[in-house]
């Protein structure tokens, strides 16, 4: 059974920082796309950022680019989110995600993920 558990949200200041983490289990880790998507009280969930395990090569959304850093070790099974300079638009309920070897479509489309964690949610006040 593959489970998804973030951990590491929080409330913190406008311009502060937070590492979120996302620990995978039963689940084969290594050459797969993983996502961070966010999802803020009446809106929809939106697509942070994403990694194919295997490379590690990266995609991020613009509202986050040269903020946040999407980053994974394979041996640890475990997948992360630092994020710098937040804003108070970045207050969100965040969740890990994980895909498949390929994409089908956007990265950031929620179809492309098959799991998905519980949520972490992260307040950033101003």
């Known amino acids: 059974q593959v489970q998804l558990v973030e951990s590491g949200g929080g409330s913190v200041q406008a311009g502060g920082s937070l590492i979120l983490s996302c620990a995978a289990s039963?689940?084969?880790?290594?050459?797969?796309?993983m996502g961070w998507f966010r999802q803020a009280p009446g809106k929809e969930r939106e697509g942070v950022a994403a990694i194919y395990t295997g490379s590690g090569f990266t995609i991020y959304a613009d509202s986050v680019k040269g903020r946040f850093t999407i980053s994974r070790d394979n041996a640890k099974n475990t997948l992360y989110l630092q994020m710098n300079g937040l804003k108070p638009e970045d207050t969100a309920m965040y969740y890990c995600a994980a895909g498949g070897r390929q994409l089908y479509g956007a990265w950031s489309q929620l179809n492309q993920y098959n799991y998905w964690g519980q949520g972490t949610q992260v307040t950033v006040s101003s």
């Open positions: 039963g689940y084969i880790f290594t050459n797969k796309w």
